[in-house]
């Protein structure tokens, strides 16, 4: 990504305010859920199943950058993130365009940053099934909330 910045000088001589735009952002989750299955002789039974959900995303929002002294940033944040995101449940793929809003700072030091954020938004995941047992198609809605923090490390050339 990129910080485009309001202004040339920093303010008081440590203070930039910018425009952060990620180009792409890549997001993977593995979940395990539990459910009831029910046998022949009546006694349900639980199951585990796994589930997976991608995103990909781009953010932009507002940031500011206090630079205390030479090669030495800090660096606060907030993006809206338009994501298109995937959830495949055993043998169905779940898919809609979702809203995320992400948040974050990271402190970095000439090259390397380190850094924390925190995600969260929804989304309604849509699904057409061909057909049920009398010939109708059928469409399924799948409603998540997503919320999550994530540690990075970073290199900025």
Known sequence: GRTYYLHKKPIVGLIKFGIDWTHFDLNFATYTREYEDDQVNGD???????????????????????SPVKGLNINGY????PSFSGYYDSDDFYYNYASFF???GAVSYKVISLGIESRWGNTEYKYDREED???NTVNEKVKIAVSGVRFYLSFRF
Do not use: C, Q
């Open 78 to 81: 907030f993006r809206y993130a």
């Open 133 to 135: 047992e009398a010939g």
């Open 102 to 104: 992400v948040a974050g």
């Open 44 to 66: 349900p039974e639980i199951e585990k199943d796994n589930a997976y959900e991608l995103e990909a995303a781009m953010h932009v929002g507002p940031s500011i950058t206090i």
